[in-house]
């Protein structure tokens, strides 16, 4: 056989072997050779799971071999790099059991270098080559995945999804594992008034309602509800070692934000994130330190699609361009002591809530107050003082301040008639009046859910409701609709 007949064939033959998954693959038996590293094995091939395979012509900008197609070899991802019999880390193992589904070996890949591999691969956040799927292609959960990985959607618009060894689902039925009880897709039709115009297929599993039936998650797993004041009540996977996510993910503990715990945020609209983990919109630098999932816009009305009855979204000025943000992400990062914010920045850890009571569980890195007692906006949204144990926070209802510049609209900065067991920073509150036509405070509570921020009236103004073992009146002025009429204090 000549030289040019040879170079076609072995390129025919390369060409056929590049299907590019997140996986392992063997050889015919009379191939195969044992390694402990890729140094071990013939130029060309990677060592996997103890031998050398061959991988395709087209490698990785960081080196990393492609491998070629085969059957999805399972391993451990807590038994460190050796899991897919590699240290020189041509291979990785991906950690799917964080969505529910089982590690298999992958191709090891550079995430900083992302942008620089084959199109219809994905170089994932914890370094895992990750083949491209479409699932909009079909009602399968396989959709165009090799045997043995199904499409995971990483886009709720568009048709967008990697390969993995995983149960997807579009409804709850589709959830087999009793630990993970409700599909992604029902979370969302629950919480977002646009499930209607969303792809809400090829979702993971997860376990729902563990703050509410305090419930445990599965070991990989935390309550994300126990954490966050986040309406998603559900179990998410924890950051693994490196701080790292699944796709869809980002891991709310980071170099800005050390008291965080490891868990992962749900890339969703008005989230914190890193990198390119939104299932709607893009990762975008908020101005205030931070990032966080949204699209741009000109107005608020353009950020009104994505309100909820428990997250309002308005139009700010980012750090490029004007986005989308809800208040959350700016009451600060967790902190369990000063060591945890950055203090370069101002920050100190506060313990009172948004309410004005003491804040338990975490406290939440804040800057503080000028010495008149007023706040500056942070990335565009404003800022009221809870005094100087509070420090600066969103001008959210209820909140003390000086001048309608610290209330996020269409809250106004209004005198407030003080209530007796309520610390006074300001004679004014980011409010709106309520009641009126010669009606009682109790008249007035429709009015005072403002900004997803729910609140009761008194004396002719809204202020937020309470949390538990606060002196109250009526069952409206509790958080949980519920005053103990014995002690006179919210259940």
């Not at 091939?45 to 991988?55: K, L």
């Not at 909820?308 to 700016?330: D, H, K, L, N």
């Amino acid at each position: 056989m000549n030289s040019r007949v040879r170079s076609t064939l072995g390129t025919r033959l390369s060409l056929a072997m590049v299907w590019i998954v997140a996986a392992s693959c063997h050889l015919d038996a009379s191939t195969k050779n044992r390694c402990s590293s890729s140094a071990d094995c013939v130029s060309g091939s990677v060592c996997a799971i103890g031998e050398c395979h061959a991988s395709a012509s087209n490698s990785g900008p960081s080196g990393a071999a492609v491998a070629s197609v085969g059957p999805v070899v399972s391993c451990d991802s807590t038994t460190g790099p050796s899991a897919c019999g590699s240290t020189d880390g041509g291979m990785t193992c991906f950690q799917a059991s964080s969505l529910g589904g089982s590690d298999f070996c992958a191709t090891a890949c550079d995430p900083s270098n992302a942008q620089s591999y084959p199109t219809n691969v994905e170089c994932v956040e914890s370094g895992a080559l990750l083949y491209r799927c479409h699932p909009n292609s079909s009602s399968s959960a396989a959709a165009d995945c090799p045997t043995g990985l199904n499409c995971y959607r990483t886009s709720l618009v568009q048709d967008q999804g990697v390969c993995i060894q995983m149960p997807v689902c579009s409804q709850d039925s589709d959830c087999l594992d009793n630990s993970l009880n409700s599909c992604v897709a029902s979370v969302i039709r629950s919480l977002s008034p646009l499930a209607g115009l969303l792809q809400l297929d090829h979702l993971n599993c997860v376990h729902r309602y563990c703050m509410a039936q305090r419930s445990e998650c599965p070991a990989t797993e935390g309550c994300l509800g126990t954490q966050f004041s986040d309406p998603a009540d559900i179990c998410v996977p924890n950051c693994d070692s490196h701080l790292r996510c699944p796709p869809d993910y980002s891991c709310a503990r980071n170099t800005l934000s050390l008291g965080s715990p490891a868990l992962c945020l749900p890339g969703i609209p008005g989230e914190r994130c890193d990198g390119n983990n939104c299932v709607i919109g893009s990762c975008e630098d908020t101005g205030a330190r931070f990032s966080v999932c949204t699209t741009a816009c000109s107005t608020t009305a353009d950020c009104s699609v994505f309100d909820s009855t428990t997250a309002a979204y308005v139009c700010v000025s980012g750090a490029t361009q004007s986005v989308c943000v809800t208040s959350r992400p700016y009451n600060g990062s967790n902190c369990e002591g000063q060591t945890d914010c950055n203090g370069d920045a101002g920050e100190f850890c506060s313990f009172v809530g948004g309410d004005g009571f003491p804040q338990t569980g975490h406290g939440d890195c804040r800057t503080p107050c000028n010495s008149d007692r007023t706040c500056a906006p942070l990335g565009g949204v404003p800022r009221g003082c809870l005094g100087d144990a509070g420090g600066c926070y969103p001008g959210i209802l209820g909140i003390p301040c000086a001048d309608a510049t610290e209330c996020i609209a269409p809250l106004q900065c209004l005198a407030d008639a003080q209530e007796s067991d309520v610390t006074a920073y300001h004679s004014r509150i980011c409010t709106v009046p309520c009641g009126g036509d010669g009606g009682g405070d109790s008249s007035g509570d429709g009015q005072c859910t403002i900004l997803a921020q729910r609140g009761y009236c008194a004396a002719g103004s809204c202020r937020i409701v309470r949390p538990s073992d606060q002196p109250c009146q009526r069952d409206a002025e509790c958080a949980s609709q519920q005053c103990n009429q014995a002690t006179m204090k919210c259940i």
